[in-house]
């Protein structure tokens, strides 16, 4: 049956393969580049200035980043995979009402399905990982100079992350074939399935699988502080801090009771730093003119004196815990789907 399995998949996993082949080659081809690059990066940030330093970090950052898509079809790999290897692989039986005959065989459904789920399975895992080591290696200079980890888009292209989200999906297009009975419907919801759990993932658990770090910073310039005008509306908005690639799950500015600024405290602190054209939208940093920076930075001194940023971060040295554990999540929610499947398959399909 193993074979069998094999045999009726082979198409597949070789088409795979040679894609990986030709990922790999670019990836290796421009990968050394990229690492000559960087060390020459190292290099130049012994002697250089502040502006020099910066163009040496653009350089570098700016270059191949045509390759650095590639990191971004790794994203969706784990869902293309769900729809063209998961989905049809028990909805395509049924549809053609093929499983009769398989399953009236001397292999039982059970082991039928269980060999199916088993090779093809792997197979999804061991692409999805391929893929991922490549992508860590060759993106591993950027991430050294960037350090930002936990941030979404690279976290989910780094690691053993990739290995869960495929098995899910893989396990997923299954059981929504099962269901459906159908391969074009089970696709469907293969992928609005697997999207939207993802995006449940990241946005609401991811940041709270951790407690995160609070820290408190002093208001400064150096947090790119703004005024926001929008209509009768005044806030201040400010970028974010270097916190060393830490991954920031929250920012505000409060004073010691918790509070917010109003906005009306923000107009008397900031006087005459506010009056720029009405017509102007959005964030205004004012830099132009020593009035304007004598008036801005006073503005930063009157709100300082009474409010400070907290920040709540991941530390980019969770890195590690979070892949642990949202492998461990999805690959879990493989394992129950797969249960089902086959429990559904026992049970409920003549």
Same mark, same amino acid.
């Given at each position: 049956?193993?074979?069998?399995?094999?045999?009726?998949?082979?198409?597949?996993?070789?088409?795979?393969?040679?894609?990986?082949?030709?990922?790999?080659?670019?990836?290796?081809?421009?990968?050394?580049?990229?690492?000559?690059?960087?060390?020459?990066?190292?290099?130049?940030?012994?002697?250089?200035?502040?502006?020099?330093?910066?163009?040496?970090?653009?350089?570098?950052?700016?270059?191949?980043?045509?390759?650095?898509?590639?990191?971004?079809?790794?994203?969706?790999?784990?869902?293309?995979?769900?729809?063209?290897?998961?989905?049809?692989?028990?909805?395509?039986?049924?549809?053609?009402?093929?499983?009769?005959?398989?399953?009236?065989?001397?292999?039982?459904?059970?082991?039928?399905?269980?060999?199916?789920?088993?090779?093809?399975?792997?197979?999804?895992?061991?692409?999805?990982?391929?893929?991922?080591?490549?992508?860590?290696?060759?993106?591993?200079?950027?991430?050294?100079?960037?350090?930002?980890?936990?941030?979404?888009?690279?976290?989910?292209?780094?690691?053993?992350?990739?290995?869960?989200?495929?098995?899910?999906?893989?396990?997923?297009?299954?059981?929504?074939?099962?269901?459906?009975?159908?391969?074009?419907?089970?696709?469907?919801?293969?992928?609005? *399935?697997? $999207? %939207?759990?993802?995006? /449940?993932?990241?946005?609401?658990?991811? &940041?709270?699988?951790? +407690?995160?770090? =609070?820290?408190?910073?002093?208001?400064?310039?150096?947090?790119?502080?703004?005024?926001?005008?929008?209509?009768?509306?005044?806030?201040?908005?400010?970028?974010?801090?270097?916190?060393?690639? *830490?991954? $920031? %799950?929250?920012?505000? /500015?409060?004073?010691?009771?918790?509070? &917010?600024?109003?906005? +009306?405290?923000? =107009?008397?602190?900031?006087?005459?730093?506010?009056?720029?054209?009405?017509?102007?939208?959005?964030?205004?940093?004012?830099?132009?003119?020593?009035?304007?920076?004598?008036?801005?930075?006073?503005?930063?001194?009157?709100?300082?004196?009474?409010?400070?940023?907290?920040?709540?971060?991941?530390?980019?040295?969770?890195?590690?815990?979070?892949?642990?554990?949202?492998?461990?999540?999805?690959?879990?929610?493989?394992?129950?789907?797969?249960?089902?499947?086959?429990?559904?398959?026992?049970?409920?399909?003549?």
């Amino acid at each position: 049956m193993t074979w069998l399995a094999w045999r009726q998949f082979r198409p597949q996993a070789i088409a795979s393969a040679v894609l990986l082949a030709a990922v790999a080659a670019v990836l290796l081809i421009t990968g050394v580049h990229l690492e000559h690059l960087y060390t020459t990066y190292k290099t130049d940030i012994r002697t250089c200035n502040a502006i020099s330093c910066e163009g040496a970090r653009a350089k570098l950052l700016d270059t191949y980043q045509h390759v650095r898509l590639l990191g971004s079809l790794l994203i969706g790999l784990p869902a293309v995979l769900g729809l063209f290897w998961g989905a049809p692989l028990v909805a395509r039986e049924l549809e053609h009402s093929t499983h009769r005959l398989a399953w009236t065989q001397s292999v039982t459904r059970t082991r039928w399905l269980a060999v199916k789920l088993a090779v093809v399975g792997l197979a999804s895992a061991v692409t999805a990982g391929l893929f991922s080591l490549a992508i860590s290696w060759w993106a591993m200079p950027y991430d050294q100079v960037n350090a930002n980890h936990l941030s979404p888009p690279i976290f989910d292209q780094r690691g053993i992350v990739p290995i869960g989200y495929a098995l899910f999906a893989f396990a997923l297009g299954v059981t929504a074939g099962i269901v459906m009975k159908r391969t074009l419907p089970a696709m469907m919801a293969t992928l609005v *399935g697997f $999207i %939207t759990t993802r995006m /449940l993932t990241q946005y609401l658990l991811r &940041p709270h699988l951790f +407690a995160p770090v =609070r820290k408190v910073l002093a208001i400064s310039p150096d947090l790119g502080v703004g005024i926001q005008r929008v209509r009768d509306s005044v806030k201040l908005d400010f970028g974010h801090p270097n916190l060393h690639g *830490g991954w $920031i %799950t929250g920012q505000s /500015l409060v004073d010691a009771q918790g509070h &917010p600024p109003t906005a +009306a405290f923000i =107009r008397t602190a900031c006087g005459s730093a506010l009056r720029v054209p009405p017509s102007q939208p959005g964030s205004v940093r004012v830099h132009a003119g020593r009035a304007a920076r004598d008036a801005f930075s006073g503005c930063l001194q009157n709100i300082g004196a009474k409010y400070h940023v907290v920040v709540s971060y991941q530390p980019n040295s969770r890195f590690w815990e979070f892949q642990w554990a949202e492998t461990g999540l999805f690959v879990g929610l493989a394992v129950l789907l797969a249960l089902s499947c086959v429990g559904l398959v026992r049970r409920r399909l003549a």
